[in-house]
């Protein structure tokens, strides 16, 4: 069998790879060992840079329908016991109600991935481009320059085939076959807790005690943070994580129901689903491929999922990787254009992992602050001293329910298909985030009309926006990109937000929305420029910030 692309995994990152392929008539094959049921959702927010990307792809209503229950309130909420004593609480509208931030059409949402995998999945299928096979699992692969030769089993039947591919993706989770193919290593922090996970069902948990409904409860004791209790759906079926620390724990599932039934304070009937034992890890691979190999997701990066970057980090990959795949097999992307790959993606990588990190670090604090006995009593002074620790604790979890620069802020520094203007990095900011169109940030969002955003400008090919009515030198950019076969268009925009907001009469995003190159001019050599923002040419242009012009 041959493919143009190979892609092995069909998690979330996989199954968006391979839409996104679809998405620009790139044909591609998706294998996956398992028969892709979701018996344990390792993900349960699609952050809102994610779902930039599903209303590119028109898939926004599917996420909404998926399953989860939108009227139920988004709260965290910190407790001694769902029937205990409640420290503080973090109060957030339910999904429905929950407003767009200003910086974006969209809104993160509350989708677990046994949900989103279907979504996934009937984007992937919707173009006759993606072929999914499901039981087949990579035994091994070998690359040449012109490609690579993948041996593939059935995992039910045992038969093998070769599949010949243009390029290989391994998008196969933390063990990936594929990065230890390439004798890839990782770096970080290999063991940061052990932990296991409980899926359970029960009905009207929320009758069973008196706090108000929340999606996520922390749960503090004497010996400190020791457990978590996740709403799946919001209806009947809770996630309970048992956290413990650096040293290798197997608990019984009679252990963990007297975990659960401790963190609820009652005795209670429920129905175990399903339990994971599994490794909270701050890793990042050393490197993100080959010329024809890559990783993506997990194989890619491995964190805490507290924050929820994980997922959403490498859907990231996936529009990153794909636009450039694309590019190489359609005949114009650049010689050097696959290797920005890991240029750009690498270090938002290691910037996301190390927040997560740290907001896990602040989750486990009590057990380095080792609060006073008397919050767990009911002495005199114990009430003002509750009231101490959950106004201290409440106000340290700030930085990972608030965390939008995570999501939008992430800048492509030194990237050589970036075209610098001269201008200075902007701060990189967690709980903030300011838009800006300085090269190798996220194109920034503007209403142009009712329901329509600057974002919907961008997906499938180089954008020009010009600001003003002068259109000289845009024929000879035009010509230049015909010239390359590159995807382009010239859009005028007459939005005096917009332009105030891009700062410079010309903007070139590229087709996953990144700021390419802005100026007040159009280059004296267009031809140049296309060369660059496709990877053709290792040498940088740079152009001059106003500033630097003025002085």
């Not at 998706?30 to 809102?48: A, F, H, T």
């Not at 069902?201 to 999606?215: V, W």
């Not at 990189?428 to 974002?455: C, I, K, M, N």
């Amino acid at each position: 069998m041959q493919t143009p692309v190979l892609i092995v995994g069909a998690g979330p990152i996989g199954l968006a790879l391979a839409g996104d392929l679809g998405f620009r008539g790139v044909s591609c094959m998706l294998i996956e060992r398992s028969d892709g049921q979701v018996i344990q959702p390792k993900m349960d927010m699609v952050g809102v840079r994610t779902m930039e990307y599903c209303r590119r792809w028109g898939i926004v209503p599917w996420v909404h329908e998926a399953g989860y229950n939108r009227d139920y309130p988004q709260d965290c909420a910190w407790v001694t016991g769902l029937n205990g004593y409640e420290f503080g609480r973090e109060v957030f509208p339910s999904p429905k109600d929950e407003k767009c931030p200003p910086q974006s059409p969209q809104k993160r949402e509350r989708c677990p991935q046994n949900f989103f995998d279907p979504v996934l999945r009937r984007f992937a299928q919707q173009t006759p481009n993606v072929t999914i096979c499901y039981n087949s699992e990579l035994v091994e692969f070998s690359e040449t320059p012109d490609g690579v030769t993948a041996k593939v089993r059935d995992t039910l039947s045992g038969e093998e085939r070769v599949i010949e591919a243009g390029y290989l993706v391994g998008s196969d989770g933390g063990a990936s076959v594929v990065r230890q193919g390439l004798g890839i290593g990782m770096t970080g922090e290999p063991t940061l807790t052990y932990t296991t996970n409980v899926v359970f069902r029960c009905k009207d948990l929320e009758a069973l005690h008196d706090k108000q409904r929340a999606y996520r409860y922390i749960f503090i004791g004497p010996e400190g943070t020791w457990a978590t209790l996740v709403a799946i759906n919001g209806r009947d079926q809770w996630r309970f994580s048992l956290v413990g620390d650096n040293s290798r724990q197997t608990h019984s599932e009679e252990t963990m129901r007297e975990a659960i039934v401790r963190a609820v304070g009652r005795e209670f009937d429920f129905e175990i689903l399903s339990m994971l034992p599994w490794v909270r890890r701050q890793l990042v691979a050393d490197r993100y491929g080959t010329k024809r190999v890559f990783v993506a997701g997990d194989a890619a990066h491995l964190t805490s999922p507290t924050g929820g970057f994980g997922m959403n980090t490498g859907i990231q990959d996936a529009v990153n990787l794909s636009w450039k795949l694309a590019a190489s097999l359609q005949g114009w992307g650049g010689e050097h254009l696959l290797e920005t790959y890991e240029t750009e993606m690498r270090p938002v990588a290691i910037r996301n992992v190390s927040e997560a990190t740290g907001n896990l670090k602040r989750m486990l604090s009590p057990r380095v602050l080792s609060p006073s006995k008397e919050i767990f009593e009911d002495g005199s002074g114990s009430e003002a001293a509750r009231i101490e620790f959950g106004n201290q604790y409440t106000e340290l979890m700030k930085r990972e329910w608030f965390s939008i620069g995570i999501h939008l802020g992430y800048m492509y520094e030194g990237s050589p298909i970036i075209v610098p203007d001269g201008t200075p990095q902007p701060p990189d900011e967690v709980s903030t985030y300011v838009q800006t169109a300085r090269p190798g940030s996220r194109a920034p969002h503007v209403w142009l009309a009712e329901g329509t955003s600057t974002l919907d400008l961008f997906g499938k090919e180089f954008v020009l926006m010009r600001f003003d009515k002068d259109v000289s030198g845009v024929s000879a950019l035009e010509e230049a990109a015909a010239a390359r076969k590159v995807p382009f268009k010239s859009v005028e925009i007459d939005n005096d937000e917009a332009r105030k907001l891009y700062e410079r009469r010309f903007v070139l995003a590229r087709p996953d929305g990144q700021v390419a190159w802005r100026g007040d001019a159009l280059p004296d050599d267009p031809l140049a420029l296309i060369d660059t923002v496709r990877g053709a040419q290792r040498t940088r242009l740079e152009t001059k910030s106003v500033e630097q012009s003025e002085a």
